[in-house]
């Protein structure tokens, strides 16, 4: 059974006007259970509606998504299994990025790596229940770096200050969840989107232009977001991702709709070739080279 208050997804969502290119990835999404199969943490700070593999797979087909990146969200912990079975399902249409604990061997890694995941992700957010030590996510890293693999960091701009130092000694690509959760009344002339700025100066950083949802304060289509998302796409064009998230976990006023959320790129990314970038050249060098 979901928490209670969990807002499920979206039920009906509009078909986009905006066509996709082929080969277009979703570089951020999630499956989730279902839990007689895939059981949630207990440690979790949410339990979420089941959203399994094979409607990810349908959601995507009828929005012409092509590839996904799957991601392990805090729900399931570090026990990976519903992530790493939709890879085993997908072809080689998909990839993951796993959370793992400091009793992870390499070997483990390796067989995670074989069946397509790219990175591990580290969650700093607090009201999530962050709790892993900066030892035990080192440990992490020293496995990692000898895979082809990258780190994958979601953190809120409060949590930056203390996590800074730390992420400028990560030895892989670190790539930033959702805008840096820069909130919609801060914006590109805050104190917030200048540090997340100052991070992706140096080319190790990625960033996502995802969520908007999540920090708009205007609700869909979330145009009070478009700054921030034109700005950081201008600012590293070879180093950003789009995603949608979906299912969209913990989301506290209501489900976004995906058409709304595909018809947003060309708004912000009004330019083809980077558009091209963003969708399909970006994740493919990152994830299937």
């Known amino acids: 059974m979901a928490s209670e208050g969990y807002i499920p997804f979206h ?11 082929q080969g277009a990835c979703d570089s951020h ?3 989730f259970g279902p839990a007689d199969t895939f059981p949630y943490s207990p ?16 959601r995507h087909r009828s929005f012409g998504v092509d590839r996904a990146v799957l991601v392990q969200a805090s729900c399931h912990g570090s ?20 959370i793992v604990d400091s009793s992870v061997t390499l070997r483990e890694l390796e067989q995670m790596n074989e069946l397509g995941v790219r990175g591990v992700r580290f969650n700093f957010v607090k009201r999530l229940k962050a709790r892993q030590p900066i030892e035990e996510r080192m440990h992490i890293l020293d496995m990692v770096r000898q895979l082809p693999w990258h780190l994958v960091v979601y953190y809120e701009p409060a949590d930056l200050p203390e996590i800074r130092d730390f992420l400028k000694q990560v030895p892989v690509p670190v790539v930033i969840d959702h805008m840096g959760c820069i909130p919609a009344d801060r914006g590109v002339d805050s104190r917030e ?10 080319d190790r950083f990625w960033i996502k232009v995802s969520c ?5 304060l205007q609700g869909p289509p979330y145009l009070d977001m478009d700054e921030v998302s034109r700005s950081l796409i201008s600012m590293v064009p070879q180093r ?32 083809e070739h980077t558009r091209k970038a963003m969708l399909i050249d970006n994740p493919t060098r990152l994830y299937w080279s």
């Open 212 to 216: 908007p949802e999540r920090f708009s």
């Open 193 to 202: 989107f200048e540090d997340l700025a100052d991070l992706l100066k140096d």
């Open 79 to 98: 026990d990976n299994r519903a992530m790493l079975d939709a890879l085993k399902t997908s072809g080689d249409t998909c990839r993951g990025i796993a």
């Open 240 to 271: 950003v991702l789009w995603g949608t998230d979906w299912p969209h976990p913990n989301m506290k006023k209501e489900a976004p709709d995906d058409g709304l959320l595909i018809d947003r790129i060309p708004r912000v990314c009004p330019d």
């Open 11 to 21: 039920p009906n969502p509009s078909v986009p006007t905006f066509l996709l290119p």
């Open 43 to 58: 440690k979790s700070s949410y339990i979420p509606v089941d959203a399994p593999k094979e409607l990810l797979a349908q």
């Open 29 to 31: 999404c999630h499956v």
